[in-house]
């Protein structure tokens, strides 16, 4: 199967997407990475970095065809906060999706909370939800609107409202007691707990509830499910559960928060019947392997103050660097000044420095750089023994600080202007690029699917391209040449050993065999009268294909007619198959192969009816000897490949009494035999399915019409 895990990087999703694959079924995944990490898968995987409720979601439901969807996609049911809008906009843009692209079934995961802060032991999936927390509120409401949702689409939804979920990759802000209680123990600090630490709670262990989910969709189950451990275990008993696996410092007890459940555990009976599911994994277990998940976790993070402080030292310099840039362009124009201020009088290199500053150093230096220009000015004039006050009530001199602010500040904004359409252009560009690794991710996948798909029609065992190219051998124009092919064709198609094809007369009731298997032990008769055969006798008045039930021995196991018209012109009889291909797409692929040799069959009899008048001697029904030849090359082959015997007998005739002997042979032959000219221009009798005993039965029967053979010619004289 193609199965979908929404929130497949994050904690519960990671383990059910792990479950699917090792099952070996596809997995592909969508995540925002809000919470999720790639690391936490390792297998192989299709991913796509996406929010659920993003309207690129259908491309990828368009091109990947998903059988099953797992709605992980949430906030974690230990987080206190939520985005409404997000969860509910995710869930109908995920359900809708489903709806429209065939999908087979939704599992959705639910929260307990959904249940309120009710003091009750073995909450069923019967009693009263009264939530009061954000995660809870957000869960129930996507319970009703599942419910709703499925009633009115007649869509199968397996709903899981699980208990504390804990175990490895449980991040590391996780609420969850468990994880808390870990990471006191890791810190060696306190743990402070809500309450007196006798409330209860339930934990199940995150392997688990991938379990769960997992036979859940296997079974095709449906419906609201509490998943749990069926355990009541209080804070203090959890407490001393962990003491030999990791112990805490001490416990605070804090006042216990509103809303937060004294009592409280979910029945799981209705699960365990259905499923027949019990979590496996006892709390000593889960407790050992996800400590020792943590403590491997926060050995690899201990690295993480000293980068810490290298980010912060980083910081510190960039902060220096941008001074120093300030100064050592102000250094270099001051320089210049006083190198060249007098003898390039109209250069203004203080506002050349208000320029290049605000140019070079960006629009967040442009007001220290104006600042720096206006005091460099101001220094100056008192340098040259002008007064402090009146210099600032000069005219010319707030004229120059007017120019200076204002070129600095038009600078700025203009430079500024052009970086944000140079930013926004950057986005779009950025957008644009992402959009098209998208598409070009889907594209990919597509072409990956669709050549799966073209190797399976091509290449697989009884797949289109494999019959298609089987059925090639009967692409000929003589009907006698495709009932030998034929047998080929169905024994290969159909994986069988006994095999026969029987021509019928035009009564309808009489059958005879005109090629099968090879196989030694098979019994398989020349001859069959549908009259004296009941079963045979209603193939031919109903034209159905016939299925041996009852497998009668004396029957085929499969029958199926081949139409001329409105006759049945021929009967397909398949005698031996294994047990195991008794199963109705075996029927389907012999009715398929029958109905590809009937259309064979037609185009050969359309053949022979064009070409009569190059086919037979003009007024008989004696074939040329060009005609003659080709039937009797397929003859031969018959006889090496499916050991069909044939003979030959030369007639002796008068050319005055031509026509008479003609219609004394026609009626001494059967349908099956052939009257022709061979190249010696001598008459000759074509027996079909004939030994030396048969032709000797024929023989004996000419004569007493007054036809005499002058030589005799079996099959197995001309193989030798």
Same mark, same amino acid.
């Given at each position: ?533 009941? #079963? /045979?006798? !209603?193939?031919?008045?109903?034209? $159905?294909?016939?299925?041996?039930? =009852?497998? *009668?021995?004396?029957?085929? +196991? ?67 000897? #060009? /005609?003659? !030849?080709?039937?009797?090359?397929? $003859?031969?082959?018959?006889?090496? =490949?499916? *050991?069909?015997?044939?003979? +030959? ?72």
């Amino acid at each position: 199967m193609r199965v979908l895990v929404t929130g497949g990087y994050g904690f519960i999703g990671s383990f059910v997407a792990e479950r699917f694959y090792k099952e070996g079924h596809d997995v592909f995944i969508i995540d925002n990475l809000a919470t999720g990490k790639k690391e936490n898968i390792t297998f192989k995987h299709k991913g796509y970095i996406l929010d659920v409720e993003d309207s690129n979601c259908e491309e990828i439901f368009r091109a990947s065809r998903f059988d099953i969807v797992v709605h992980l996609a949430a906030d974690s049911p230990t987080v206190h906060s939520i985005d409404t809008r997000r969860e509910v906009l995710g869930l109908t843009n995920i359900l809708s999706l489903s709806k429209k692209y065939m999908v087979k079934q939704v599992v959705y995961a639910s929260s307990a909370e959904v249940y309120g802060p009710v003091n009750e032991t073995l909450l069923s999936e019967e009693s009263h939800c009264d939530p009061v927390t954000p995660i809870g509120m957000n869960k129930w409401f996507g319970e009703l609107y599942i419910s709703k949702w499925s009633e009115l689409n007649g869509f199968p939804v397996l709903v899981y409202r699980m208990s504390d979920v804990y175990g490895p990759k449980q991040g590391v802000t996780s609420e969850g007691m468990i994880a808390k209680f870990i990471k006191s123990s890791l810190n060696n600090s306190e743990l402070i707990v809500a309450g007196n630490g006798e409330q209860t709670g339930d934990y199940i262990f995150v392997e688990d509830v991938a379990d769960a989910i997992y036979k859940g969709v296997i079974h095709n189950h449906s419906g609201v499910y509490n998943l749990s451990s069926n355990q009541d275990i209080s804070m203090n008993e959890l407490n001393k559960t962990l003491q030999p696996t990791c112990s805490v410092p001490g416990i605070t007890y804090a006042q216990k928060e509103n809303g937060n459940p004294v009592h409280s555990s979910l029945d799981n009976s209705k699960l365990q019947k259905d499923f027949d599911w019990f979590p496996p994994t006892s709390l000593k277990e889960g407790l050992e392997k996800t400590y020792d998940w943590y403590w491997i976790t926060a050995q690899a993070a201990s690295t993480l103050p000293n980068e810490h402080k290298e980010s912060k030292l980083a910081s510190m310099l960039t902060k220096l660097f941008s001074k120093v840039e300030i100064v050592a362009l102000f250094a270099f124009m001051f320089t210049l000044s006083a190198l060249f201020q007098q003898k390039i009088e109209v250069l203004d290199f203080k506002l050349l420095f208000i320029v290049l500053g605000t140019v070079l150093l960006g629009r967040e230096r442009s007001i220290p750089t104006i600042g720096i220009g206006v005091l460099w000015y101001i220094v100056e004039n008192l340098m040259q023994g002008r007064e402090i006050v009146s210099l600032l009530y000069h005219n010319n001199t707030i004229a120059v600080i007017a120019v200076y602010i204002f070129v600095g500040l038009t600078l700025s904004y203009v430079i500024d202007k052009k970086n944000q359409v140079i930013k926004q252009a950057k986005k779009d560009l950025d957008a644009s690029e992402e959009r098209y690794q998208f598409m070009y991710s889907v594209y990919e996948d597509v072409r990956t699917v669709k050549e799966e798909l073209q190797h399976q029609v091509l290449y697989t065992e009884n797949s289109v391209g494999v019959i298609s190219d089987i059925v090639k051998r009967l692409d000929s124009m003589e009907p006698e040449d495709i009932f030998v092919s034929a047998v080929g064709v169905i024994e290969e198609v159909m994986k069988t050993e006994e095999v026969a094809i029987y021509s019928v007369n035009d009564e309808q009731s009489f059958l005879r065999l005109v090629a099968k298997s090879k196989h030694p032990n098979a019994y398989i008769p020349s001859f069959i009268d549908a009259e004296a055969e009941s #079963e /045979f006798y !209603d193939l031919l008045s109903s034209k $159905k294909l016939f299925i041996n039930s =009852t497998f *009668n021995e004396n029957l085929p +196991l499969m029958m199926a007619p081949v139409m001329d018209g409105e006759k049945v012109s021929a009967v397909i009889c398949l005698y031996q198959a294994d047990f195991e291909n008794l199963t109705l797409q075996y029927q389907n692929l012999f009715t398929t192969v029958v109905g590809l040799i009937s259309s064979a069959l037609s185009r050969a009899d359309e053949y022979v009816f064009a070409t009569n008048s190059e086919r037979y001697v003009e007024g008989t029904n004696v074939l040329n000897a #060009e /005609f003659l !030849d080709r039937i009797l090359k397929v $003859k031969q082959q018959a006889k090496e =490949t499916l *050991n069909m015997d044939y003979t +030959l007998l030369n007639i002796k005739f008068s050319i005055h009494n031509f026509s008479d002997t003609i219609n004394n042979l026609q009626r001494s032959l059967r349908k099956t035999d052939y009257i022709g000219l061979n190249e010696n221009n001598e008459l000759v009798i074509l027996l079909s399915n004939t030994n030396e005993d048969n032709a000797e039965v024929v023989k004996n029967r000419l004569s007493r019409n007054n036809i005499f053979i002058l030589e005799q010619t079996n099959s197995n004289a001309v193989l030798a």
